[in-house]
């Protein structure tokens, strides 16, 4: 459990709260690059509490500004996408993407227009993510991450729009257990787990459904810490990289792809969901994971859109729950998808939407729950040192080969 203050710290990031503003240190993925068409509309987005606009300009360069056009407040959701920046419709001021204010008819002609204040954010684009800075001051160096050096075709992103504060996405990963309850029919499902997700010799429920009581190890790291989830037929760890990242493993197979998660606060109550798996090894193949789970979603922008009735989630419906499938035994949580991907993402986010507030004063923890107990502490530790010295942890660390891995435990033994 965390007593209701310390649980509201970690977790709440508009105006002017501590969480937001060490976030603001950080580089922040908002958008993936093809949601912005060149020379389109300007699309608003949250980050943080704060309404923004993002767009491409005719000739492909991306902008981040905030939505309210710095002379007097209109949208720029509704401006002109024109040749070098987008011009407000009410009076007409001109925003270039990188931020410098091209033209203000409002004011006399040789008024020198850096004496005007604009507020746009530094962009940076690469394998079809923008990620943009919203602190003060000069941006930092761009962090690599293992994935960050790939070309385009080693990489696939997707975002899904949850309605829960973005610290539940994290603590799910770091709650590795639930995968053993929560995912038990899905894990068989997927190709790349299957039978080498489960001993089959573990502990029963009283219904006599089979999983593996783990022991959790964890470590701190520059960049934040680390996780081991090891059980009677694996190993597998897990990276949490300061200060919403998630690197969590697929299958045991060291050529296959990896994949990791982003959890980007929109508000205190709704996160942009980044799900990104590359290969470091080549271009990602047709068989497998990334191409067949989130090559095959029609809607890659909000990953809800693929799944039955995704969108129109809430409590009421349950979530969508099938509780006949529940009662034939065809699926232990009742949220069956289209493909393994889809069905992790309801299972998981359905859960996370359910559990609702931010207090966890109440909660009753176990030695599983090592790792979620670490992971907020990490947080708490992270929001003391930006107190007292303005110091981001981890975000000068390049972690390049930083990514989770799965180890049988029958392959660690014949390693010897
Ligand atoms: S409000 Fe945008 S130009 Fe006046
Ligand atoms: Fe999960």
Known sequence: MLDREKSRLITQVTGD????????EYWIPVARGEQLKAGAAPMRLTI??????????????????DEACPHRGASMALARNEPNGLRCIYHGWKIGADGLLRDAPTHPEHLPLERLKTRSHPVREQQGMVWTWLGKGAAPAFRELAFTGLPD?????????VKCNWLRPMETLW?????????HDTNRKIPFRGDNYFSNEGRKTDTGLMYDYPEMLVERTPYGFDLVNSDARKKTSGHFVLPFIQFHTIGPDPLEDKALKISVPIDDDTTLLWSVVFNRHGPLKETGFGLTNLGRCADRNDLFNNLKRGAARSADTRWN??????????????????????????EDNYVLESQGEYDRSQEQLGPVDRALVEGRRVLLDALKA????????????DIPGVEARYILNEEEAAAG
Do not use: C, W
């Not at 709260?17 to 603001?24: D, E, F, K, S």
């Not at 075709?153 to 729009?161: E, K, L, N, S, Y």
């Not at 709650?175 to 995912?183: A, G, I, K, N, T």
């Not at 099938?322 to 034939?328: G, L, N, S, T, V």
């Open 48 to 65: 943080l509490g704060d309404k923004l606009v993002a767009f491409r300009s005719p000739s492909g360069e991306v902008g981040v500004m």
């Open 17 to 24: 709260a501590p969480m937001g503003r060490l976030m603001r």
């Open 386 to 397: 930006h107190e007292a010295n303005g110091e981001a942890v981890g975000r000068g660390v």
């Open 175 to 183: 709650d590795v257990f639930h995968s053993q309850m929560l995912h």
């Open 153 to 161: 075709d080693q990489v696939i992103t997707a975002t899904a729009v």
């Open 321 to 346: 729950q099938d509780r006949e499938a529940m009662e034939r035994g065809d699926s232990f949580s009742g949220y069956e998808e289209a493909h393994p991907t889809l069905t992790l993402l309801a």
